[in-house]
């Protein structure tokens, strides 16, 4: 199919255009990348000039001696741990251990059976339970409560008297014309 000349012209026209405007394109996108270069370099030196002497600082700061005193806390919280378990815990807990089996030892002599046979068959007949004896603290008790007592009485008596002088009556309404 044949174009004719004046198509064939706005063709090319547009041919040299789209030429031209990838060339520009080409242009634009190196330029970018200069800058986007450029720009990668100088947030490195800042980050490398600035940044990073304030991170480190503030590790510096702040960072490594909470850590450092909470490590030396955990330091001297087991010591004591381990000491306390050492010197107070192991020997109680062995001294425990040891008098009872030793209590468990004499329990099994027959002289020491004996004994505990012949102790508990003269206590149940010879103790009494003693008759329990009321003292001053009871009195003294009733007496409290008694005052208490009364003093909730005066106050209810107080709340709920009618007094005519405890009323404030209401003011008359005012005149719808004033």
């Given at each position: 199919m044949g174009?004719?000349?004046?198509?064939?012209?706005?063709l090319?026209r547009?041919?040299r255009?789209a030429?031209?405007?990838?060339?520009d394109?080409?242009?634009v996108?190196?330029?970018?990348?200069?800058v986007?270069?450029?720009a990668?370099?100088?947030?490195?030196?800042?980050?490398?000039?600035?940044?990073?002497?304030r991170?480190?600082?503030?590790y510096?700061?702040?960072v490594?001696?909470?850590?450092?005193?909470?490590l030396?806390?955990?330091?001297?919280?087991?010591?004591?741990?381990?000491?306390?378990?050492?010197?107070?815990?192991i020997p109680?807990?062995?001294?425990?251990l040891?008098t009872?089996l030793a209590a468990?030892?004499?329990?099994?002599s027959?002289?020491?059976?004996?004994?505990?046979g012949?102790v508990?068959?003269s206590?149940?007949k010879?103790?009494?339970?003693?008759?329990?004896s009321s003292g001053?603290?009871r009195?003294?008790?009733?007496g409290?409560?008694?005052v208490?007592?009364?003093?909730?009485?005066?106050?209810?008596?107080?709340t709920?008297?009618?007094?005519?002088e405890?009323w404030?009556?209401?003011e008359?309404e005012?005149?719808?014309?004033?």
């Amino acid at each position: 199919m044949g174009l004719s000349r004046k198509r064939q012209r706005e063709l090319n026209r547009l041919k040299r255009g789209a030429s031209e405007l990838w060339e520009d394109q080409k242009e634009v996108l190196e330029h970018a990348s200069k800058v986007v270069r450029d720009a990668r370099r100088q947030l490195a030196n800042v980050s490398r000039e600035e940044v990073a002497p304030r991170v480190r600082d503030l590790y510096e700061s702040r960072v490594r001696p909470g850590f450092e005193s909470g490590l030396e806390a955990g330091r001297g919280f087991a010591e004591s741990a381990r000491h306390k378990v050492s010197k107070d815990v192991i020997p109680a807990v062995s001294s425990a251990l040891a008098t009872a089996l030793a209590a468990l030892e004499v329990a099994k002599s027959p002289q020491v059976r004996q004994a505990l046979g012949r102790v508990t068959r003269s206590t149940s007949k010879a103790v009494a339970p003693a008759k329990p004896s009321s003292g001053p603290g009871r009195y003294i008790l009733m007496g409290i409560g008694l005052v208490a007592v009364a003093g909730i009485a005066y106050a209810a008596w107080q709340t709920l008297r009618a007094d005519d002088e405890l009323w404030v009556s209401d003011e008359p309404e005012a005149a719808a014309g004033e």
